[in-house]
């Protein structure tokens, strides 16, 4: 069963970067696609990158983050990550690595693996 751990979050002010870590263990890393999903309070958890297990051209973004947001894996770390630039109050979220066997997915509810999740606020 693959264990997941964020890492990275914290305050940053608008216009900054972050860059978040996943790490992985547990199971053939390279065999997963992995997702980033964030969580507002109050709000549905929402996708926001995926990449598939061969990374390359098989990416993903929601609208929301398109040309800000990369993600990228690194399979000899078993890690991937989310580089998050030109920060919007409004990206202001808990942020949650998700893995799945097999292809990318959009939905929340085809992973079943997730981590505990890491906060990520944006000031204005």
């Known amino acids: 069963q693959v264990q997941l751990v964020e890492s990275g979050g914290g305050l940053v002010q608008a216009g900054g970067s972050l860059r978040l870590s996943c790490a992985a263990s547990?199971?053939?890393?390279?065999?997963?696609?992995m997702a980033w999903f964030r969580q507002a309070p109050g709000k549905e958890r929402e996708f926001v990158a995926a990449?598939?297990?061969?990374?390359?051209?098989?990416?993903y973004y929601a609208d929301s983050v398109k040309g800000r947001f990369t993600i990228f894996r690194d399979n000899a770390k078993n890690t991937v990550y989310l580089q998050m630039n030109s920060l919007k109050p409004e990206d202001t979220a808990v942020y949650y690595c998700a893995a799945r066997l097999g292809v990318y997915r959009s939905s929340s509810s085809d992973y079943r693996a997730w981590g505990q999740g890491t906060q990520v606020t944006v000031s204005s």
């Open positions: 990449i598939s297990w061969s990374g390359g051209g098989n990416i």
């Open positions: 547990g199971v053939s890393f390279s065999s997963y696609a």
